[in-house]
């Protein structure tokens, strides 16, 4: 399963998912932001390597939605609904992340 961890700018949240999940969970993780000024800004290549796609708030889904829209058909796209109020591997935020997660993992 390839997991696509998504928030703004690729700095703090998705790059600590794509840590915190990349061993010990069976899946294949990546992550990317959605602004153009990102560490690794989200593309076509990304969408369709994914199985699912979890994104940090519901901008997120919005901005996915529209740029993407056809890729994202057969997608699916999890709001986590975590705000950008952590640093890269913040132990609250790998703490939500270990919590919120899982539950969407085959």
Not at 7 to 35: D, L
Request: proline share 3%.
């Amino acid at each position: 399963m390839n997991i696509l961890f998504v928030c703004s700018q690729n700095k703090w949240r998705s790059p600590t998912a794509e840590r915190v999940f990349a061993v010990g969970y069976g899946v294949n993780t990546r992550s990317a932001g959605t602004s153009r000024h990102a560490k690794h800004t989200i593309s076509v290549k990304d969408i369709l390597w994914s199985d699912l796609i979890l994104v940090m708030e519901y901008a997120h889904k919005k901005v996915l939605l529209e740029r993407f829209r056809n890729e994202l058909q057969t997608k699916d796209i999890i709001v986590l609904d975590i705000p950008d109020d952590y640093i890269y591997m913040d132990d609250d935020l790998v703490a939500i992340l270990k919590g919120a997660v899982p539950a969407y993992l085959r």
